[in-house]
C-alpha cells in the first residue's frame, strides 16, 4: 500500500489548512479499518495527532483541543485532516498512517509562523 500525503504549506497563526492522503493499493477494507494523522516537529518524537476507524469512529490527541478534524472518502480512498486555529506548536512534518499495514506516507510540512 503507498500513502501520498499533501496540502501542507505555511500559514499564520489562526489559519486553516486541509490536508489530504491519497491511499493506493491495499484492500478497502483495510483502509475503512483506520487510517490516522501524525506528526513530527523538530528535535521531537512522531507523536499521534488523530485516527479515523471502522464505523467513523474518531479518536484525537488532547492538543487538537477541537481544531481539527479528521475524514475521509472511501470511495477515493482519500483521509483528510482539516486544521483550523494553527498554532506555532502546530508546526511539524504531518504523515498519514494505514493502521492496518503499519504503512506511512512521505509527510508534508505545515509551518505556522506569528
Known amino acids: 500500500v503507498q500513502l501520498q500525503a499533501s496540502g501542507g504549506g505555511s500559514v499564520q497563526v489562526g489559519g486553516s489548512l486541509r490536508l489530504s492522503c491519497a491511499v493506493s493499493g491495499g484492500i478497502l477494507s483495510a483502509f475503512i479499518s483506520g487510517m490516522g494523522w501524525y506528526r513530527q516537529a523538530p528535535g521531537k518524537e512522531r507523536e499521534f495527532v488523530a485516527d479515523i476507524r471502522e464505523g467513523g469512529a474518531t479518536n484525537y490527541a488532547d492538543f487538537v483541543e477541537g481544531r481539527f478534524t479528521i475524514s475521509r472518502d472511501n470511495v477515493k480512498r482519500r483521509v483528510y485532516l482539516q486544521m483550523n486555529d494553527l498554532k506555532p506548536e502546530d508546526t511539524a512534518v504531518y504523515y498519514c498512517?494505514?493502521?492496518?499495514?503499519?504503512?506511512w506516507g512521505q509527510g508534508t510540512q505545515v509551518t505556522v509562523s506569528s
Open positions: 498512517h494505514s493502521t492496518i499495514y503499519n504503512s
